[in-house]
């Protein structure tokens, strides 16, 4: 066959109307299990494919869902995915995964993409840098859900799935004094979107409850966005400017990664000279050396709770999607282990 294997095709092979063929592939009759068997064995034998741009202009949908993550290197938007995709699979949905680079030109390319293609939704992974694209999927009729991020149209809230961020930079603060340290600092990307700025915010009334004067903790912020890694190498070396830190915050653990790779370079042990804690407790978090304490995000319940509202058919009511963050949980690892003066 020189041509794709058409409905018609099938129906032939199976000795069937193509009538028969449409209700077994679309389960919209009932049919003997012996008819169904002669009709998938005859697609299996043909590999015919039914054609979604066909079946979208009756249902105004595809089982296609968007998802949009910045990063796709980071392990934890690579934990995300792949939960994400589990649960999509399992209520009979894949997924159009778009990488957007924190690039406010490619989210609105990428959101463009997905509105024309009639996607059934759009799980939206982090704050966008483009906060007019929210507007866009809603005038489009779009099912959206969010993570990391927080938004409101006209009093409606938007389903939206996080952690406390603000209380996860709080245990912080107590964590790292509980160490021991003289002076702690948050380290962190650029503060561009909600849950960056919530941790920060979490720091600083730490900070402000543990009367911590001003030469007691810092932070250093990196300007511009780039690889994780690459920034912590970078925060690193700040760190090793500085002379005083004895313990860190960074606010991913792959940015955790990169300022411990730094300071062991330049001799510094860790957690003896400085005590290092991350944020998201990727699966890399627990096969460093040493391994990282961090705070967990519970990637698995992000994945279940977006893909079940982003179906919930109530989302679009202000009384539909009860927002409630999750509680962040610290997991104490060798990275922070080591206590000063004496204690143990």
């Given at each position: 066959m020189t041509r794709p294997p058409t409905m018609n095709d099938v129906a032939k092979e199976a000795?069937?109307?193509?009538?028969?063929?449409?209700?077994?592939?679309?389960?919209?009759?009932?049919?003997?299990?012996?008819?169904?068997?002669?009709?998938?064995?005859?697609?299996?034998?043909?590999?015919?494919?039914t054609n979604s741009n066909a079946k979208s202009l009756k249902t105004h949908q595809t089982n296609t869902v968007g998802v949009l993550i910045p990063d796709i290197d980071s392990g934890y938007y690579s934990e995300m995915i792949r939960e994400t995709e589990y649960f999509l699979r399992r209520n009979g949905?894949?997924?159009f995964l778009c990488n957007t680079?924190?690039?406010?030109?490619?989210?609105r390319q990428y959101v463009t993409t997905l509105i024309e293609q009639n996607v059934a939704g759009i799980i939206i992974g982090y704050g966008l840098a483009d906060q007019t694209i929210y507007t866009q999927t809603r005038n489009h009729n779009k099912k959206?859900?969010?993570v990391d991020d927080l938004i409101k149209f006209d009093n409606v809230e938007i389903p939206s799935i996080?952690?406390?961020?603000?209380?996860?930079?709080?245990?912080?603060?107590?964590?790292?004094?509980?160490?021991?340290?003289?002076?702690?600092?948050?380290?962190?990307?650029?503060?561009f979107n909600r849950s960056l700025k919530n941790r920060y915010k979490g720091f600083c009334a730490g900070v402000a409850k543990h009367?911590?004067?001003?030469?007691?903790?810092c932070s250093i912020v990196e300007e511009r966005q780039y690889k994780k890694v690459e920034m912590g190498y970078n925060i690193g070396a700040k760190i090793l400017l500085d002379g005083e830190i004895d313990a860190v915050f960074a606010t991913s653990d792959n940015l955790a990664y990169g300022i411990v790779q730094k300071l062991m370079e330049y001799g510094k042990k860790i957690p003896q000279d400085i005590v290092i804690m991350g944020f998201d407790d990727i699966p890399l978090a627990q096969y460093m050396t040493p391994k990282l304490s961090t705070i967990s995000q519970p990637i698995h319940d992000f994945a279940r709770l977006a893909v079940g509202a982003l179906f919930?058919?109530?989302?679009?009511?202000?009384?539909?999607f009860s927002y409630e963050p999750l509680e962040p949980l610290l997991i104490v690892r060798e990275s922070t282990l080591h206590h000063f003066n004496g204690k143990s």
């Open positions: 000795n069937v109307s193509q009538a028969t063929v449409s209700y077994v592939i679309n389960n919209s009759a009932s049919i003997s299990q012996e008819v169904h068997k002669r009709v998938n064995d005859a697609i299996a034998k043909l590999g015919y494919v949905y894949i997924m680079s924190y690039n406010p030109e490619l989210e959206i859900v969010v996080e952690i406390d961020n603000i209380k996860a930079g709080k245990i912080a603060v107590s964590h790292l004094l509980d160490t021991g340290a003289k002076k702690i600092c948050f380290a962190s990307e650029p503060l009367h911590l004067t001003d030469d007691k903790w919930d058919n109530t989302q679009n009511s202000s009384q539909g």
